[in-house]
């Protein structure tokens, strides 16, 4: 591995140029991707804001024993889809009336008799905010002799469902594609590498090389130069999502960076595909020598 170490560096050092070329056009691919991936953290940590939003409300018929509400409350507590379980009394309900829904405010505070059902708000763990889950919350529920009616804004949910879904397929695509186009440009500059030494390379097999040999430095040179773009891309997405922020005019203080394990992610990616795009390159050329 030492030997593979020294081939490399003294590839770096005898093109200097292309190398800084390759590095550099490597970390400008993934800072393209990077900054679609930063636009999908982004628009995923809203929708998950959106998420936080559904919830399972039953409605509880007038007259039932507060005892009743308590015991059935800790059971559906025990849900495991279940985050939190509230009970709002009608007067807590028409006290929200009144504060949220400024249009009817004058209507419900001249009311004689509160139109309001108690009920019962179950929010639900992360992972079960969608509308398959919140059905079958919402079908257990109903099994309750005292729930009325239960709602869970079947429509809106699922129409954040689909949006989630065809944000995901898209961010899937989009990545896959930009993944490729790295790899062929890192496996055009391995190319070219491997080209400026096919002499030597022919002279190694001619003296008993073996093809793991031969590869060894070229597939640490592309891992080099993929781990400097990957860093170089982080730094880039840096330095515009930085200017973005400052010169945007409006507040953009919710807009959030990657996180320390996703710039990881991005730096091990841009090596890896560094690592698979020499190794595509070397061996197409080790078939021909």
Not at 194 to 215: C, D, H, P, W, Y
Request: proline residues 3%; hydrophobic residues 50%; glycine residues 8%.
């Amino acid at each position: 591995m030492s030997l593979a170490t020294r081939e490399a560096l003294r590839s770096f050092r005898r093109t200097p140029l292309l190398s800084l070329l390759s590095v550099a056009t490597i970390a400008f691919s993934l800072f393209t991707f990077g900054l679609f991936a930063l636009v999908a953290v982004n628009f995923r940590g809203a929708l998950a804001g959106l998420a936080e939003r559904v919830e399972v409300v039953a409605f509880v018929l007038r007259g039932t024993p507060p005892e009743t509400i308590t015991l059935a409350a800790q059971d559906i507590g025990a849900f495991p889809e279940v985050l939190s379980v509230t009970y709002v009394t009608q007067e807590q309900a028409l006290q929200r009336a009144q504060e949220e829904l400024v249009e009817f405010r004058e209507m419900y505070r001249d009311l004689a008799t509160n139109p309001l059902p108690p009920s019962l708000e179950v929010r639900l763990h992360p992972e079960y905010r969608n509308a398959t889950q919140a059905q079958v919350v919402a079908e257990r529920l109903r099994n309750f002799p005292f729930v009325e009616d239960v709602r869970y804004g079947q429509e809106w949910v699922e129409r954040l469902d689909r949006l989630r879904n065809l944000a995901g397929l898209i961010g899937s695509v989009i990545g896959i594609a930009f993944a490729v186009v790295a790899m062929v440009i890192i496996g055009v500059a391995i190319r070219v590498s491997v080209l400026q030494r096919a002499e030597e390379i022919s002279i190694m097999r001619l003296v008993g090389a073996t093809n793991e040999f031969i590869r060894a430095p070229f597939l640490l040179e592309g891992a080099v130069k993929g781990l400097l773009g990957g860093i170089g891309a982080v730094l880039l997405c840096w330095a515009g999502f930085s200017l973005f922020r400052a010169t945007a005019g409006f507040d953009l203080s919710a807009l959030v960076f990657f996180s320390t394990s996703q710039v990881g992610l991005i730096i091990v990616f841009g090596t890896l595909i560094g690592l698979l795009g020499s190794l595509l390159s070397v061996g197409r050329h080790l078939r021909h020598v």
